[in-house]
């Protein structure tokens, strides 16, 4: 393992088991044995600890300049975007002469479809897929590309699998929630759905997704809906991280930034192209004027 340290940046939780598991997974990624890399650390942007600004501290102290950071999230929204480079561009302030180059997001691949399909089929059993419909769920977003690549993945984990239908949803900012995509799937025809959460670890939204999936089949007997696992701490979700990493340390990141509401004037959107990205508030992280940042994702996720 001797190449450029690996810095993994997640979000944050305010979900004891989810911050459990990513300190599981670090755990996973630091004992792997063809790691490429020389050492690794993680962090939060906000809710949790560790705050990144930690983790990045720590390899700086072992004496790294040059980072591969990799953003812990599986579409390109706000925080792959704006708020995790914010954050990084801080912490180049604190630590002068510190470099990084940023990874892509994990998503979509076909590793995380094995994956997703692997949940699917727990839920499954021995039901027949071709009575089967998904129902998709990703976090959503106020970013429309980031909501259209869930529509992608949602055609990807169709084709080919042999499964009725795969439909895209959403638990937060954005249509359809998840009620409203279990009612399409019943109106057209649905007997049997598998609802698959598009999430990494358990945490408040993965949550809200089971309840609002309970419900839906309180009021309707007839159906059969089961939801599946999160994605999770695995070696193949540690397969595309490191995936990741060579990529970023070859220079080959291939973003699609076409359709980028911070590049491309896209409707509804024009206001973003071009705005100054702040980091977030972490509670663990006072030295940093954070503005009004923080207090409008709260309203976005209310």
Not at 122 to 141: F, M, N, P, Y
Request: glycine content about 10%; some cysteine.
């Amino acid at each position: 393992m001797t190449g450029l340290p690996l810095l993994v940046v997640g979000h944050g939780t305010r979900s004891d088991s989810g911050v459990a598991e990513f300190n599981a997974f670090m755990n996973r990624l630091q004992r792997r044995q063809d790691a490429p890399y020389c050492a690794s650390a993680g962090g939060f942007i906000e809710l949790s600890r560790p705050p990144v600004t930690e983790a990045v501290a720590s390899l700086v102290g072992q004496g790294h300049r040059e980072l591969i950071a990799l953003p812990l999230v599986l579409v390109a929204a706000g925080h792959g975007k704006g708020d995790i480079p914010a954050a990084l561009a801080r912490e180049q302030v604190r630590h002068p002469g510190m470099s990084y180059s940023y990874g892509r997001p994990l998503g979509p691949h076909p590793r995380l479809f094995e994956i997703l399909e692997q949940r699917i089929e727990t839920v499954l059993g021995d039901g027949d897929r071709a009575d089967t419909h998904v129902l998709l769920v990703g976090r959503g977003s106020t970013d429309p590309d980031a909501n259209a690549e869930i529509a992608k993945v949602a055609r990807l984990l169709w084709e080919g699998r042999g499964y009725a239908s795969v439909e895209p949803a959403f638990i937060s900012l954005a249509d359809p929630g998840v009620p409203a995509g279990l009612e399409k799937l019943r109106r057209l025809g649905a007997g049997r759905i598998v609802v698959a959460p598009y999430f990494l670890f358990p945490g408040i939204l993965p949550d809200r997704i089971v309840s609002q999936s309970d419900a839906f089949a309180e009021e309707h007997p007839f159906l059969s809906i089961g939801v599946a696992e999160l994605i999770g701490d695995c070696d193949e979700l540690a397969d595309v991280v490191i995936e990741r990493y060579v990529e970023a340390v070859r220079g080959d990141i291939r973003m699609n930034c076409d359709t980028c509401i911070y590049r491309t004037a896209m409707p509804g959107f024009g206001d973003r192209v071009g705005q100054a990205q702040r980091p977030h508030h972490h509670p663990d992280d006072a030295s940093h004027d954070h503005g009004d940042h923080s207090r409008d994702h709260e309203n976005l996720r209310a």
